[in-house]
């Protein structure tokens, strides 16, 4: 069965640079969830999108941004990158609507900001 | 504070052993979610459970929702080497407005199972 696709996998930046992740939902899926894990944290989440619209905003910095396209993927954009950005960066998918709220989870991206 | 309280945060077992992972909350959840994750690697669902006093097993894993919906316990018979890694609990929680909801994370549990 297909997965949610992030990429890339891996990330280096250093400080005050910009990064774009992106994340490809499962295939009709319409909701898309980010979260930021820290090590040794659990999973916080920054934002998620609902049929391209911005559904819910947790702890998202003001540096990022988000946004959900046309085709259901998502790309988070990161700007002013600070050295406490490092991190993983999970997205998550799940089709509105089924009843019980069950969130699939991608491999996630490793952001090293130097 | 954290919302949902996972218990024990660390647990280093004997192949063989059996634990208990607790997962407890003050709140209700419409479902509860438990996830495995692997180190640098995204969450895996493992089970959901929706409704009170549910029971769902899972090979060698227990799931069990509270009654009243407010916790959930992981029961891992025989426990292997296979087994280790971090396992997290996950609320589904209703937000204020609308029907949307919400995952309230637990911080999980980092199992080893040594041969």
């Known amino acids: 069965a297909a997965g949610v696709i992030q990429s890339p996998r891996h990330l280096i930046k250093e400080k005050r640079e910009t990064a774009t992740l992106k994340c490809y939902p499962i295939?009709?899926?319409?909701?898309v969830y980010w979260y930021q894990q820290g090590p040794g944290q659990d999973p916080q989440f920054l934002i998620s999108?609902?049929?391209?619209?911005?559904?819910d905003k947790g702890s998202i910095p003001d540096r990022f941004s988000a946004q959900q396209f046309s085709d259901y993927h998502s790309e988070l954009n990161m700007s002013s990158l600070e050295l406490g950005d490092s991190a993983l960066y999970f997205c998550a998918s799940r089709k509105r609507g089924q009843g019980i709220h069950e969130q699939y989870f991608g491999p996630g991206t490793r952001l090293t900001v130097t | 504070t954290q919302l949902l309280e996972q218990s024990p945060q660390f647990l280093s077992i004997q192949e063989g052993e059996n634990l208990t992972v607790y997962c407890n909350s003050s709140s209700v959840f419409s479902s509860l979610q438990w996830y495995r994750q692997e180190p640098g690697e995204g969450p895996v669902l493992l089970v959901t459970v929706v409704t009170g006093g549910e029971v769902k097993k899972l090979k060698r894993l227990t799931f069990q929702f509270g009654d009243a919906r407010k916790d959930s316990s992981l029961h891992i018979t025989a426990a292997q080497p296979g087994d280790t890694g971090l396992y997290l609990c996950?609320?589904?929680?209703?937000?204020?407005?609308?029907?949307?909801?919400?995952?309230?994370w637990g911080l999980g549990t980092s199992l080893a199972v040594n041969p």
């Open positions: 996950a609320g589904a929680q209703r937000l204020a407005a609308g029907n949307n909801r919400k995952l309230i």
């Open positions: 295939p009709r899926h319409d909701t």
């Open positions: 999108f609902y049929e391209k619209m911005q559904s």
